[in-house]
C-alpha cells in the first residue's frame, strides 16, 4: 500500500487547487474554498459537506459549469482518496474525465484505484496512458510528466514488479531534483519510494540510506504524529524485516502503528497494513499467538475496506495458512 505517496500527492494537488483569492461572497467560489480549507485542516465531515454544497451549486450554474463541477469534484475525490474510499472515489473521477480525458493527475487517481481493488490490468493500462498523455502534454522532461512516471511505478511496486518500478522513481526523483529543492516534499516522496523498491530488492544498504534520511526530514518538518512519519516508521520496519533485524523492525513498527490509530482511526486499512507486518515479524520469531491475533485484526480492516476477494486480504489469509503450517512444524520438532 502505497499510501506515502498517496498524501503527498494530495497535500501538494490541494495546496495547487486551492486559491486564497476566492471570496466567500460568490457562492461556488465561497463554498470550494472553504471545503478545501477544511478538508486540509482534517475537518474532514465539515468539508465533504461544503465540498457537495460547492458540486451542487456548481451543476446548476451555466457560466464556466464544466470547470466548476470538474474542481468540485476534484474536492470530493482528494477527500475519498485520502481516506481510502475507493468506492465512493471511482465514480466521481470517472465523472470528471468525462469532462477533461487528458487529465494525468485523474488518470493517476484511477490508476490508484485499480490498484487497490486489484485490477492490475486495468491499473497499469490506465497508468501508461497516464504517461503517454502527460509527455505529449509537457514534455519527457517535464516535472508534471514526472507525476506520472510515479503513478506507473507505483503499480508495479504494488504488483511485486521492483525491476519495472525502480527505473520508472529514479527517473521521475531525476526529473523533480532538477526542479525542486532537496527537502522538498515531493522529492522526499519519490526518494522515499525508491527506498522501499530497493529494499525489496535487496539492494539494503542503498534503501537504508533513502529511508533514514527520508525519516529525518519528515521528523524535522512535519508533526510528531502525521501520517507520513508513520508510513516512514513503518517502510524502515519493513527493511528491518528484510535484514533480518526482528527486534528493530517490532519498535518501528509500533512506533508507527500508534501514529497511525490516533490519526486515521483502528479501522483504517493503514492500520491493516502496519498490523499485518506486525504479525510476520511474529511469525518470524515463532510468536505465534501474537502473530495471529495481528493477522486476524489485519484481515477483518482489508475484508471490511476492499472485500474478502481483494490482494490484501488474500494476502493475509495466505499468511494465516503460512503460520498454520509453521506451527504444525513447530510441534513436530
Known sequence: MNTLKKIVFGLLFFSLLIKPSFSHEVPWEGWYNQA??????????????????????????????????NLSLKVLIHYYMLQAKYKEAEPLVKRALKIAQDDPNMLNNLAMIYTEEGKFDQAEETAQQSVSIAEKKFGASDVRTAESLSALAGVYQTEGKYKEAGPLYEQALELWKKELSENHP????????????????????????????????????????????????????????????????????????????????????????????????????????????????????????????????????????????????????
Open 36 to 69: 478545501g480549507q477544511l478538508i486540509n485542516q482534517g475537518k474532514y465531515e465539515e468539508g465533504v459537506r461544503a465540498a457537495k454544497k460547492a458540486l451542487k451549486i456548481a451543476e446548476k450554474t451555466k457560466a464556466d459549469k464544466d470547470f466548476k463541477v
Open 186 to 333: 515531493t522529492v522526499v516522496l519519490a526518494m522515499g519510494n525508491l527506498g522501499s523498491v530497493y529494499g525489496a530488492m535487496g539492494r539494503y544498504d542503498e534503501a537504508n540510506s533513502l529511508l533514514t534520511r527520508v525519516l529525518s526530514i519528515h521528523q524535522s518538518t512535519l508533526p510528531p504524529n502525521h501520517p507520513i512519519v508513520a508510513v516512514s516508521l513503518r517502510e524502515i520496519g519493513k527493511l528491518r524485516i528484510r535484514e533480518g533485524n526482528f527486534v528493530s523492525a517490532e519498535a518501528f513498527l509500533k512506533k508507527a502503528l500508534k501514529i497511525q490509530e490516533k490519526t486515521l482511526g483502528k479501522k483504517h486499512p493503514e492500520v491493516g497494513s502496519t498490523i499485518g507486518r506486525l504479525g510476520l515479524v511474529y511469525r518470524l520469531q515463532k510468536n505465534f499467538k501474537e502473530a495471529a491475533s495481528c493477522y486476524r485484526c489485519a484481515r477483518k480492516i482489508f475484508a471490511k475496506t476492499y472485500g474478502s476477494k481483494n490482494p490484501y486480504t488474500q494476502d493475509i489469509d495466505k499468511e494465516l495458512q503460512t503460520l498454520k503450517e509453521d506451527k504444525k512444524e513447530a510441534k513436530s520438532n
